[in-house]
C-alpha cells in the first residue's frame, strides 16, 4: 500500500463520552501495546503514530471500539488504513502511543491483503492446519460447514495454487472464521469476490453482529452502511 505523510482524523458514530475521537498529545515513555483487562472497549487506541523512516503514516489517532460494534475504516490510497488494521492484530508496532486489545490472539480473526494460506496445500488441508492450531472443536464440521457455505466444497480437494483470486479470497474468509472469533479484522475484503461472494461476507457479517467485534477497511463504505456502527475517516485535515 502506498505511504504517505497524513493525519488521522477520527470521525465515529456512536462515540463514548469523552474518550471516542479525542486527539490527544503522543504519549511519554515510548510505546505500548497492550490487552485491556474487563473494559467496556474491545479496542483502544491513544495518541497512535507510525512511521517508516521519515515518513510519518498515522499521527496523533485516538478512539475506542466498544465491544460488538462493527467500525469502517475508510481513506483515499496511503492515508494508513492497511498500517493501521496491522498494528491492531499485532503484525506491526507503533511508533508512539497505544493500541490496546481486549481480545486473545486465539480469539482473532484476521484477512489482509495477503491471504495466509499454504498455496501448495488444499483448502481442506488449510483448514485443518489451522484448526488444530486454534484447537477448535469438532473442527471437521466446521470446516465442511464453511465450505459448503462459501461455495468451496467442490475444490475442497484441490491445492490453493490453482484456485482463482475469488476463490482464494473465500478461502481466505473461511480460515478467519474457522475459529468463531471474537474480533473480526478484514482489509478490503470484497477485493476480488464475485456478486456471490459479496452477498456470503456480507450475510456472515450480519449474522456475527452480536458479540462480535468488526474492524474493516474498504473504499467502499456504503456496502457496509447497514452493518456499520462507526465510522474512521483517515488521511482528512
Wanted: aromatic share 4%; proline share 4%.
Amino acid at each position: 500500500m502506498p505511504l504517505g505523510a497524513v493525519v488521522g482524523v477520527v470521525r465515529l458514530a456512536g462515540q463514548l463520552p469523552g474518550r471516542v475521537g479525542r486527539a490527544v498529545a503522543p504519549a511519554r515513555g515510548g510505546v505500548t501495546v497492550a490487552l485491556l483487562g474487563q473494559a467496556a472497549a474491545t479496542i483502544r487506541v491513544e495518541a497512535l503514530e507510525k512511521r517508516y523512516g521519515a515518513r510519518t503514516v498515522l499521527r496523533d489517532l485516538s478512539f475506542d471500539v466498544p465491544a460488538g460494534a462493527t467500525l469502517v475504516v475508510t481513506g483515499p490510497n496511503g492515508s494508513g488504513k492497511t498500517t493501521l488494521l496491522r498494528l491492531l492484530v499485532g503484525l506491526a508496532a507503533p511508533t508512539r502511543g497505544s493500541v490496546a486489545v481486549a481480545v486473545d490472539r486465539s480469539r482473532l480473526g484476521f484477512v489482509g491483503h495477503e491471504s495466509l494460506l499454504y498455496t501448495e496445500l488444499t483448502a481442506l488441508e488449510n483448514l485443518d492446519l489451522y484448526g488444530r492450531l486454534y484447537r477448535v472443536r469438532e473442527r471437521r464440521e466446521r470446516i465442511g460447514m464453511l465450505l459448503e457455505r462459501y461455495g468451496l466444497w467442490d475444490a475442497r480437494n484441490d491445492r490453493v495454487t490453482s484456485y482463482s483470486r475469488g476463490m482464494t479470497q473465500r478461502l481466505a474468509l473461511c480460515r478467519a472464521l474457522l475459529h468463531d472469533p471474537a474480533l473480526l479484522v478484514l482489509d478490503e475484503p470484497h477485493a476480488s469476490l464475485d456478486a456471490d461472494g459479496v452477498g456470503l461476507l456480507e450475510q456472515e457479517l450480519a449474522a456475527g453482529r452480536e458479540g462480535r467485534t468488526v474492524v474493516v477497511a474498504t473504499h467502499d463504505p456504503g456496502r457496509l452502511d447497514a452493518l456499520t456502527t462507526q465510522r474512521l475517516l483517515l488521511g482528512a485535515r
